[in-house]
Nanobody
């Protein structure tokens, strides 16, 4: 059974940056696509970004393109989400996910999820 653990959330002012990390353990996720989704209070979970198992393909939600960058290090079983120029509307709990493809990550119905990390952006 695999486990995903997120870290790096916190409070930041608008225009600032945060870097989220997802550490995978208990299963080899190196052959899985990985990604991030987020859920704000009262809203449905929404896709943020995904990366293929090789790291050669990435996809982003339109709302974060040009501001967020996803990357992975398979040797360390980690996935990173660098978030720049943060906006108050980016405030949410951010979840790491693993699935068979980046397109499935985008459905937010992946079989593997972390517990989430809170990101709060103040105006």
């Amino acid at each position: 059974q695999g486990q995903l653990v997120e870290s790096g959330g916190g409070l930041v002012q608008a225009g600032g940056s945060l870097s989220l990390s997802c550490a995978a353990s208990g299963r080899t996720f190196s052959r899985y696509a990985m990604g991030w989704s987020r859920q704000a209070p009262g809203k449905e979970r929404e896709f943020v970004a995904a990366i293929s198992w090789s790291g050669g393909s990435t996809s982003y939600a339109d709302s974060v393109k040009g501001r967020f960058t996803i990357s992975r290090d398979n040797a360390k079983n980690t996935v990173l989400l660098q978030m720049n120029n943060l906006k108050p509307e980016d405030t949410a709990v951010y979840y790491c996910a693993a699935d068979s493809s980046t397109s499935r990550i985008a459905t937010t119905r992946s079989p593997y999820w972390g517990q989430g990390t809170q990101v709060t952006v103040s105006s």
